[in-house]
Structure formats: structure tokens, C-alpha cells
């Protein structure tokens, strides 16, 4: 492997270094975002610009389907940090869809990739450490919704 290959993949997300949470399905939902990260971060490194743009989309769909999926399981049951945690959601959304903005009106490649690298990808281990792993217990306790 040459030492540029090498910088490019210490930059993808490895799974098994995501912070893991005592609810399997939630790690699933994340297993499948890291591997959209990755894919995105491929179509970057040597992608046709459609191909970026597709993989920015599927992106953040699949952060809705995550999202959702999350907050279904917690709202409406007394759990106390639930708008916190669909603030950070929203907040990590709304930044995901600038830089799809951004990337649909210039192609900075560089300006996409170091969004995802810098803020995307610390974002989504410090949202899992500090409230999907708060969460999880929540719903191991609690049980799911009937
Ligand atoms: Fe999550
Ligand atoms: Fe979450």
C-alpha cells in the first residue's frame, strides 16, 4: 500500500472503533452510517461528482431513517434527555445539508471532505458517547415500546 492510500484510509471510519452502546440494533443503525461515511469518502478520494452527490444523499437519508428511528423509541416516555438528544439531531442535520448545499453549488471536494472528516465523524462518536449510550440504557431498562 502506498503511503498516499494509506493516508487517504486513516481517515474512514473503522466500526470497531465507534463507541458501542448496550442496544444491538442502535450499533447496527451506526455500523450502517459508518459505512455510508466510508463510501462518501471513497466517491471523494476518486468519484465522478454524481457519484458524490448520490452518496451525499443517501447520506443523509439514512441519518433521517436513524434519527427517527431513535426518537420513535424515546418520545413520550419520560425520558429527560430526550430534546436535548433530537436537538443534537437536528443540529448535526442542518449542517449535513449546508455542506450538501455547498457541495451541489461549488464541488469543493476539499470543503466536503474535511466536513465529514473534522465535524461529521467526531460528531457521530462524541453523539453516541454522550447520548445514544444514555439512551440505550434507557431502553435496556425500560424496555421497548408496546
Ligand atoms: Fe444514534
Ligand atoms: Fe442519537
Known amino acids: 500500500m502506498s503511503s498516499e492510500n494509506f493516508a487517504t484510509l486513516a481517515f474512514m471510519i473503522d466500526k470497531k472503533q465507534l463507541p458501542k452502546v448496550v442496544y444491538d440494533d442502535m450499533n447496527r443503525v451506526h455500523y450502517d452510517e459508518a459505512d455510508l461515511i466510508n463510501a462518501l469518502l471513497h466517491t471523494l478520494e476518486d468519484g465522478e461528482d454524481q457519484a458524490v452527490t448520490e452518496a ?67 460528531w457521530l462518536e462524541l453523539h453516541i458517547q454522550a447520548m445514544d449510550s444514555v439512551a440505550a440504557e434507557f431502553l435496556q431498562k425500560h424496555g421497548e415500546k408496546e
Open 56 to 122: 451525499m444523499e443517501a447520506l443523509l437519508e439514512h441519518m433521517k431513517v436513524h434519527f427517527d428511528y431513535e426518537e420513535g423509541m424515546l418520545k413520550n416516555r419520560g425520558f429527560s434527555m430526550f430534546d436535548i438528544h433530537r436537538h443534537d439531531h437536528a443540529r448535526i442535520t442542518n449542517e449535513t445539508r449546508m455542506a450538501y448545499m455547498n457541495w451541489r453549488n461549488f464541488k469543493d471536494r476539499e470543503a466536503l471532505s474535511e466536513f465529514i472528516e473534522d465535524d461529521f465523524i467526531e
